[in-house]
């Protein structure tokens, strides 16, 4: 996995943990978000979330809206191309 495709996936899984266990639905996130200026369907919300792809910028809103004032941020660790291939015998 590249590192954009890995932290894309981890903003994507953070969002959705988070929003999982606050037990906020994306209709309630949308209309947080509308209070603080952001406009936004709750489909195209979901779409948005499933997708992986927006901004921090919007992730920071998105936190925001779900009161969340810590993040512990992921790491990406490149694996050794070497380590991933069986070594022949012989």
Same mark, same amino acid.
């Given at each position: 996995? =590249?590192?954009?495709? $890995?932290? /894309?996936?981890?903003?994507?899984? *953070?969002?959705?943990?988070?929003?999982?266990? *606050? #037990?906020? *639905?994306?209709? &309630?996130?949308?209309?947080?978000? &509308?209070? /603080? #200026?952001?406009? +936004?369907? %709750?489909?195209?919300? +979901?779409?948005?979330?499933?997708?992986? =792809? $927006?901004?921090?910028? $919007?992730?920071?809103?998105?936190?925001?809206?779900?009161?969340?004032? *810590?993040?512990?941020?992921?790491?990406?660790?490149?694996?050794?191309?070497?380590?991933?291939?069986?070594? %022949? =015998? #012989?």
């Amino acid at each position: 996995m =590249k590192p954009r495709e $890995f932290y /894309e996936a981890r903003a994507k899984s *953070t969002i959705k943990e988070l929003r999982e266990q *606050t #037990g906020i *639905t994306y209709k &309630e996130l949308a209309r947080r978000l &509308e209070a /603080e #200026g952001v406009v +936004i369907e %709750p489909q195209v919300l +979901i779409n948005r979330v499933n997708q992986g =792809k $927006f901004s921090f910028a $919007f992730a920071l809103q998105l936190l925001a809206a779900m009161n969340q004032t *810590t993040l512990e941020l992921p790491r990406y660790r490149r694996q050794d191309a070497r380590a991933q291939k069986p070594v %022949p =015998k #012989g």
